[in-house]
């Protein structure tokens, strides 16, 4: 792999006749189209004043109307092969307002759009920020048919060359570099966050990785199978969508005493061994019960996905604990496996790796076209175990993940924390620069039952900033605005325990201590990560 440097990518500033300098010896915002950067073109740099700002993303976006303080704003797009089109913005504070830092933040799903709520959240704490398209426009996959580099630049690339560039972009407008720069993400953004720790160790300080997609050709290969097996042949979820949540409670009932607090959380729902049959009609089907179809698809779910030749683990199932504990189709297995016409990101097999728009899901192979996939598109992936580059150079690396997320499992980010922990040589030498905090009934990235607001950015700057490690990270829950508990969120393998005292809701009477770890199932097999 090409590595490109800072000092290899330098920097011609033009000279501006006329130009008045900034009293930080910065370029003016409006002048720093003049900058110079191979394969970049910056198409704008505007002041924009403090007040609503409306993202011009496609209609539907999840983002509206946003607040932000007065910046300098840069639109640019990087072109390092000839069928790139990355485009990107970087949002500058004013001199007097900028904390000295820049962060890039990360995509959700297939990105195809920039990031302009985590850009704003960056923004209002002083940062510089950056946030990129990835390469493309749009949610769906079928740019990658027949583009075999804008894939390349959706799976790592494109955020790499971002923060080069915005890099030298805030140094022009500063006069000085950033004395840090951070990458924020989660799902798509924790893959992005982890692919950056691994590739482009220089590129980042500090980096967070929330509910890291990283594993992400065999998390394909699990969506296709979770939907296989929970589909009928007239393409319906087998378990109709209001069951979900009463599956939940049910394994919620059967397994929340187990790590010692009856809190309505399940601490880990390794421990938990429910079996949906418990659920089954007694005779007819009414909606507190599980036919026996539905029954078995439920144990799917968990089970993960396997080989049928060898029995291997392709795959983590979803934990118990996530079926439906919300609203909303991402509160649950609506989202990504059951509410689809067809499997999730089934257009990945389509367009990414056999070019045949009409490829029949029903004809997968799995260990023939898991092994092909593996192959063929490594690159989408970012499961290297050996950080040693990013440690070397310092960085610091804080993983978090839900205990009840529906899209990723959080078994296979704990696979995966593992081996970085035995590839590194250890608990202690890990934690030295990289920790994993698990949060009991989170969802993916947010929501649900447990505590799921925290500042992992903050424990990260004093980390990088003040030498000072995360040994608990304060998490808060809240009904309708109002925080009604806080927890602290431990280090991975560290559990909160009630101290036997006081309030359950303050975090105030929880430590963070080892706990036994789970006995593992009978049936298990060997872990996803190679
Ligand atoms: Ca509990």
């Known amino acids: 792999m090409v590595r490109h440097t800072l000092a290899g990518l330098l920097v011609a500033t033009v000279p501006l006749v006329g130009q008045v300098a900034t009293p ?3 370029t003016p915002c409006t002048s720093l189209g003049a900058l110079t950067i191979p394969t970049v073109t910056i198409k704008s740099a505007s002041l924009v004043a403090a007040g609503p700002f409306t993202p011009p993303n496609r209609p539907g976006a999840e983002e509206t109307t946003i607040s932000l303080p007065a910046h300098c704003r840069v639109e640019a797009t990087a072109r390092p092969t000839s069928d790139s089109e990355i485009r990107f913005e970087v949002w500058i504070p004013p001199a007097d307002a900028w904390n000295g830092k820049f962060e890039g933040v990360g995509n959700g799903g297939y990105a195809g759009a920039i990031a302009y709520a985590a850009l704003a959240a960056g923004l209002r704490r002083g940062y510089a920020v950056a946030s990129t398209d990835t ?155 599980l036919t026996p179809p539905q029954v078995e ?140 905090f698990l949060a009991p009934g989170m969802g993916h990235c947010r929501e649900g039952t447990g505590p799921n607001q925290f500042d992992m950015l903050a424990a990260l700057e004093q980390w990088v900033e003040k030498g000072v490690a995360p040994d608990r990270v304060i998490a808060s829950h809240a009904t309708g605005g109002k925080v009604d508990r806080t927890r602290p969120l431990c280090p991975y393998p560290l559990v909160a325990r009630h101290k036997g005292m006081g309030s359950i809701d303050d975090a105030a009477n929880f430590a963070c201590v080892a706990a036994p770890p789970p006995a593992l199932p009978a049936k298990s097999t060997t872990s996803a990560m190679r």
């Open 24 to 26: 930080a010896g910065g």
């Open 297 to 436: 698809a439920a144990r799917k779910m968990y089970d993960g996905t396997k080989s049928p030749r060898t029995g291997e683990l392709i795959y983590s199932g979803w934990p118990r604990g996530s079926e439906g504990f919300g609203e909303t189709a991402i509160q649950g297995w609506g989202q990504y496996v059951m509410n689809p016409a067809e499997p999730m990101r089934v257009d990945f097999f389509r367009h990414f790796l056999f070019h045949d728009p009409n490829w029949d899901y029903r004809t997968i192979d799995w260990d023939r076209d898991l092994a092909y996939a593996e192959q063929k598109l490594s690159f989408m992936n970012a499961v290297e175990r050996d950080l040693t580059p990013f440690k070397k150079r310092g960085g610091k690396l804080l993983m978090y993940t839900g205990w009840a997320d529906p899209v990723v499992p959080p078994m296979d980010t704990i696979a995966y924390y593992d081996a970085v922990v035995k590839a590194m040589g250890g608990l202690e030498k890990t934690r030295e620069f990289n920790r994993f």
């Open 135 to 289: 390469g493309h426009t749009g949610d769906d996959m079928k740019f990658g048919q027949g583009h075999p580099e804008k894939i390349i630049d959706w799976a790592y690339r494109a955020i790499h060359v971002t923060t080069e560039a915005a890099k030298l972009i805030v140094r022009d407008a500063q006069g000085r570099f950033a004395d840090h720069a951070y990458f924020v993400g989660c799902s798509t953004g924790g893959h992005q966050a982890l692919s950056e720790a691994q590739r482009y160790p220089e590129d980042y300080d500090g980096i967070i990785a929330g509910d890291p997609a990283h594993n992400r050709i065999r998390q394909t290969f699990g969506f296709l199978s979770s939907w296989i097996a929970t589909h009928g042949a007239d393409g319906k979820a087998i378990i109709p969508h209001a069951k979900l949540p009463v599956i939940t409670k049910a394994v919620v009932d059967a397994c929340d005493a187990i790590d010692g607090l009856k809190d309505g959380i399940i601490d880990d729902p390794r421990r938990c061994h429910f079996d949906p049959s418990k659920l089954a009609c007694k005779s007819v089907d009414d909606p507190g019960c």
